[in-house]
């Protein structure tokens, strides 16, 4: 079972920056991807950006050129570093790890962490 803890939210002002983490307990084969979503009250979740095995990115067109994902070298913890917050930026920021292929494949989702950006 793959446990994931998000880390990392808070209150901060327009333009500032906050970095996420989401570190994973009870892994025994990496994640093929990680992702970070996002959900403001009465929406659906949405993804923000991915990060392939291979290195491979992609992010939401609203967070392009702000939001960097990227992971440690064991593949266990995966970042969100979020720049140049908007308040459009507001609201709970989830990570999710899936294993497609191989033994052990799994999709696994964090608690959440909130994010507020205002001033």
């Known amino acids: 079972q793959v446990h994931l803890v998000e880390s990392g939210g808070g209150l901060v002002q327009p333009g500032g920056s906050l970095r996420l983490s989401c570190a994973a307990s009870?892994?025994?084969?990496?994640?093929?991807?990680m992702y970070w979503y996002c959900q403001t009250p009465g929406k659906e979740r949405e993804l923000v950006a991915s990060?392939?095995?291979?290195?491979?990115?992609a992010y939401a067109d609203s967070v392009k050129g702000r939001f960097t994902i990227s992971r440690d070298n064991d593949r266990t913890t995966v970042y969100l570093q979020m720049n140049n917050l908007k308040p459009e930026d507001t609201a709970v920021y989830y990570c999710?790890?899936?294993?497609?292929?191989?033994?052990?494949?799994?999709?696994?989702w964090g608690q959440g962490t909130q994010v507020t950006v205002s001033s």
């Open positions: 999710r790890y899936r294993r497609l292929w191989g033994p052990s494949q799994y999709d696994s």
């Open positions: 009870g892994i025994i084969f990496n994640p093929d991807v």
């Open positions: 990060l392939t095995a291979a290195g491979n990115t």
